[in-house]
């Protein structure tokens, strides 16, 4: 595996997880804008290949496969870089920013027969699977909300984890990045005020977590009913409509030194709730919580399926579908499903 992008999530996460998994994984080449991240990650992890370009690795590198992490907006042109030169990808969610990048990622996978998964780790947790089997429990559904309010991620890591935060990225590669991202938010939206692009940025990249389980539970809405926005597209409110039953979705990021990210869904007799925990800590579990009421009793359980963490478990299942030629649940025709649902809360925004 090459591993593109070095950042937090990188060196909290995903680099210790691979390196978790010898039996799976061998870690073969790193990449990232940052030449003094790129040494040090190299030197710790000791991996001969090191590269500041991912079009350079991609085409220099033995791999069997890489893991997009860098900047969303270069996860289309790396996974489609990928593709062609016949590696399989693992892209982190967003899988990408504009519907034309989406077709271009299907286009590649299809010419180039190999597999694209988008990191939606949430959706690989053991209590989310459980609450998909034990779902028709519930019997028909009344109601369901989807709550994601949560304290800077920077808050927890800096707590729990080092993280090597270089000083040495070009001023070009940053302003080439916010160039590219306001050219996308364009092509998916038109033009919008700043503050709806940033709204948009939040549904990419916090809110793809949570639409995305909502969906694999739910199925997809019917439509958006109303959606608010404020702080700057910093909070957002949205009403989904299934035709028999409604959801609430509501999400923002403070200052609070906590996580709490859950989706729970509400029977006539019973409801259950998946709870999660911060995935800046590994092996924090997820737990999905099962209220009930039998005859004249009312009865609460937790049901904590397994300590490992949801990205261990979405690294085992790429391993998997790759080398036994399955197709991954969370496909990008999956995520692209996500982006029409956050195009469509930005729409109900600019509604009176």
């Known amino acids: 595996m090459g591993v593109i992008g070095l950042g937090e999530v990188a060196q909290v996460i995903h680099l210790p997880v691979i390196e978790s998994l010898p039996d799976r994984y061998e870690l073969a080449a790193v990449c990232d804008i940052s030449p003094g991240l790129v040494k040090r990650v190299g030197d710790r992890y000791r991996v001969e290949h090191r590269y500041t370009d991912a079009t350079e690795m991609i085409a220099s590198a033995t791999l069997d496969c890489v893991l997009v992490l860098n900047s969303d907006e270069y996860h289309a ?10 590696l399989d990808v693992l892209v982190e969610k967003p899988m990408c920013l504009s519907p034309r990048e989406a077709e271009e990622i299907i286009a590649a996978r299809d010419r180039s027969g190999k597999t694209v998964m988008v990191a939606y780790m949430r959706r690989f947790a053991p209590a989310f699977v459980e609450a998909v089997r034990r779902l028709p429990e519930l019997g028909p559904i009344r109601y369901a909300r989807v709550h994601d309010v949560i304290g800077e991620n920077r808050l927890i890591v800096d707590q729990t984890a080092h993280v090597d935060r270089p ?63 404020w702080r700057n597209g910093g909070y957002v409110v949205a009403l989904l409509d ?97 982006m029409e649902l956050f195009v469509e809360i930005i729409r109900a925004l600019e509604q009176p």
């Open 77 to 86: 042109e790396c996974t489609v870089a990928a593709l062609d030169a016949g």
């Open 167 to 229: 000083d040495d990225v070009p001023q070009a590669a940053i302003d080439d990045k916010w160039a590219r991202r306001a050219a996308l938010v364009r092509e998916a939206l038109g033009d919008v005020p700043e503050e709806v692009g940033w709204t948009y940025g939040l549904l990419c990249g916090l809110g793809s977590h949570d639409l995305s389980a909502m969906r694999e539970l739910l199925g997809r809405p019917q439509r958006v009913s109303a959606a608010r926005m």
């Open 242 to 338: 299934y035709g028999d039953f409604m959801v609430t979705y509501e999400t923002g990021v403070d200052d609070q030194l906590r996580f709490d990210a859950h989706l729970e869904v509400f029977g006539a007799t019973a409801s259950m709730r998946v709870q999660y925990d911060t995935p800046y800590v590994r092996h924090f579990p997820t737990t999905l919580q099962i209220e009930q009421t039998v005859g004249d009793s009312y009865e609460r359980s937790v049901v904590r399926p397994h300590l490992k963490d949801p990205y261990t478990h979405e690294l085992e299942y790429f391993h998997e579908v790759v080398t036994t030629g399955a197709t991954p649940k969370t496909t990008p025709e999956d995520y692209v499903q996500d």
